[in-house]
């Protein structure tokens, strides 16, 4: 595997904190940035996760139409069988 090392400076405060955090999780340095980079990038997206649910919400609150309960339920029964269909297809 070839790695691309790049070099980033910070304080020495910060970087006394990363290594002591590395070290009480038994990780290196590199390996608890990658982490809080993996962390921040799924945070970001569960984040505009919720404001669609959000924008999807108001939407409904505005009285919007809905599908009723009894549809969505069949559909969620057609789940793992050969009726099943995508829900745009149903």
Known sequence: ???KVRNIQVNSETADLLE???AARGVSVSELIAELAAFEA???TEAGEVAELDRRWKSVAS???TVPH???VRWLQTW???AFRAWRDR
């Open 1 to 3: 595997m070839n790695v």
């Open 42 to 44: 799924a945070t970001a």
């Open 63 to 65: 009285g919007r139409a």
């Open 20 to 22: 002591a955090r590395a």
């Open 80 to 82: 793992g069988t050969p």
């Open 70 to 72: 009894e549809e969505v």
